[in-house]
């Protein structure tokens, strides 16, 4: 599911949830006629009720605690790449040899986390991430201060050296481990999505076009919230997923000319 287009997914969903919603109905209405009457309407609005009102307090308590994990994953490829920016922009405060060895090790390793990003939404890893990382940290332990200067920003860049580190390690371990939600709240889910749909297809209604349009309208809005639990449901896969951005930005301040 990784690989498959967010209007993709979408459009499936509408299809088969609307549409098979629809079929349902046409062929309940052909094989038991009583049920266009409105007989059992009350007992159907009170299912509905229930149905629905545990449906909708469901999709928000989801929806909220898939939507708080994708901030927080946000939060944590912000601080890493603000720790590497501030690495990028204090290099210059060594001399000119370390400046270049310092920049050259942190672009091998911001384009190497750029290419694990994807792998490690996969379940995969990408060992030469570690290395590049490794060749980073050497680059700071070759370093002489002079200045006193140099040994406050050395010291600095350690401690910012390290926030990176953690903030990948952090980062990898969500992307291999999240596989969203679990298979129990899936059935519940799915379940209450179905009774929903079926409270729809089997409420009275003489007139077939408004019967039609009552279920495809249901359909749809479960379709839809079905395709926002599949999104929100892995923070590092999907259009509204955590963007490596952050990433790229430090790449971007290290291709500035330097001042």
Not at 90 to 106: C, E, G, P, Y
Not at 161 to 166: A, E, F, R, Y
Not at 234 to 251: C, H, K, N, W
């Amino acid at each position: 599911m990784n690989n498959v287009p967010a209007w993709l997914l979408l459009v499936g969903l509408l299809v088969l949830v609307a549409g098979g919603a629809v079929l349902l109905q046409m062929f309940l209405r052909k094989r038991f006629p009583r049920l266009t009457a409105d007989v059992h309407n009350d007992a159907t609005n009170f299912a509905f009720g229930v149905i629905g009102f545990v449906y909708a307090i469901l999709l928000g308590f989801v929806t909220s605690a898939l939507w708080t994990q994708i901030s927080g994953e946000d939060e944590q490829v912000r601080t890493e790449g603000t720790a590497a920016i501030q690495l990028a922009r204090d290099r210059s405060v060594f001399d000119s040899a370390d400046s270049d060895r310092i920049r050259q090790a942190l672009g091998d390793y911001e384009r190497a986390a750029l290419i694990e990003w994807s792998s490690a939404a996969d379940g995969k890893t990408y060992p030469e991430a570690d290395k590049t990382m490794q060749r980073l940290y050497a680059a700071y332990e070759q370093i002489q201060p002079r200045t006193d200067t140099q040994r406050a920003f050395l010291a600095t860049s350690f401690a910012n050296l390290d926030k990176v580190s953690q903030a990948r390690t952090a980062r990898v371990m969500q992307a291999q481990t999240d596989t969203g939600p679990p298979w129990s709240l899936w059935v519940v889910i799915l379940i209450t999505s179905a009774l929903v749909v079926g409270c729809a297809v089997a409420y009275g209604v003489e007139d077939p076009r408004t019967h039609y349009v009552m279920v495809a309208t249901v359909g749809l809005l479960v379709a839809s919230n079905l395709f926002l639990v599949m999104e929100l449901a892995f923070p590092y896969v999907g259009e509204i997923a955590t963007s490596p951005q952050p990433l790229r930005d430090v790449i971007a301040v290290l291709a500035e000319p330097a001042s």
